[in-house]
């Protein structure tokens, strides 16, 4: 228990930092969009990028990974889908729905990258790298088109579908595909240079995640962010489990798996919610309580994992 606690322990002490830092007086507080951007159209680009085009993918059954990440991320949009008519009955609007689909469906990628990077090193990256490819943009379309099911004003549905295709993330793993399916090799000081912004990208993305923290919504949540918290942090991580097992995937395969199924959701939906008729304060309370409690969900899942894989 303790050797888990201290591996992910640095993960949150950063994220921790990143509170203090945008709470001081040290920072402006027009720094931080700025830093957002940064991150979104340098840094983590390049650390998707690199951990794609320097995989080695013979060492991990891709297929099986693929599948089960459709399977478990799949699974949770069609169960919030068919809760709408119970949530209906219970007087919960279409805004806060959407808030609570979008927080439940959505994951943060770069704490997954982070945790299984300081856990299981190049081959953590690889394997979330690999989950990261499949699911990006359905859960991208999946929210969008919800979004707008739920949404009784028009929106262009064309330029939201234009700004997924125009994603910096999304472009850097399609053409991290390309050069590994045709074998092209870096330059190798250019290889190392983007390596030099990968690294930074994961220790930044942590501080942007507890810049990003509100600490009266994580002390004052609702019914419906109690529900979004559970949903996200601990039956996802549990069908990732079943699932997992059924693929007969390593105590590696399997931790790395439930990781990546374990982590809160990402805060690029607040911006959809805001342009889109979503809550969206509702969606950054349900965003800061994941964070803090999966401090404490991710290892209890860890560990149920470890003791039910002995068992099986």
Request: include cysteine; aromatic fraction near 14%.
């Amino acid at each position: 228990m303790l050797i888990i606690f201290e591996s992910i322990l640095p993960v949150f002490l950063i994220v921790a930092f990143g509170v203090v830092l945008k709470n001081s007086r040290l920072i402006s507080p027009d720094f931080w969009p700025h830093f957002n951007n940064f991150g979104f159209y340098v840094l983590f680009p390049g650390l998707i990028f690199h951990s794609i085009v320097t995989a080695d993918f013979a060492t991990l059954p891709v297929d099986q990974i693929m599948l089960a990440s459709i399977l478990a991320f799949g699974s949770i949009p069609v169960f919030i889908l068919l809760l709408w008519p119970y949530f209906k009955r219970k007087h919960v609007s279409k805004p806060q729905f959407t808030s609570v689909f979008q927080t439940t469906t959505r994951w943060h990628g770069f704490m997954a990258l982070a945790i299984a990077e300081k856990m299981f090193g190049n081959e953590g990256l690889t394997f979330v790298a690999v989950i990261m490819l499949v699911i990006i943009l359905p859960i991208n379309f999946v929210n969008v088109a919800v979004m707008v099911a739920f949404d009784d004003t028009r929106h262009s549905l064309a330029s939201f579908v234009k700004k997924m295709f125009t994603n910096p993330i999304i472009i850097a793993a399609i053409f991290a595909i390309l050069f590994q399916a045709l074998g092209i090799k870096l330059y190798p000081p250019i290889e190392q240079s983007i390596d030099f912004i990968a690294r930074a990208s994961l220790g930044m993305g942590l501080l942007m995640i507890g810049a990003g923290l509100s600490i009266y919504m994580i002390t004052h949540p609702n019914l419906l962010t109690i529900f979004a918290v559970c949903v996200k942090l601990l039956v996802l991580p549990v069908m990732a489990l079943i699932i997992g097992t059924f693929f007969d995937f390593t105590l590696t395969e399997l931790t790395l798996f439930t990781i990546a199924c374990s982590v809160p959701t990402a805060n690029n939906g607040y911006v959809l919610a805001q342009k889109m008729g979503g809550d969206a304060p509702l969606y950054a309370s349900i965003a800061s309580l994941q964070v803090v409690a999966s401090f404490f969900t991710i290892p209890l899942v860890l560990i149920t994992m470890e003791k039910l894989h002995a068992w099986i």
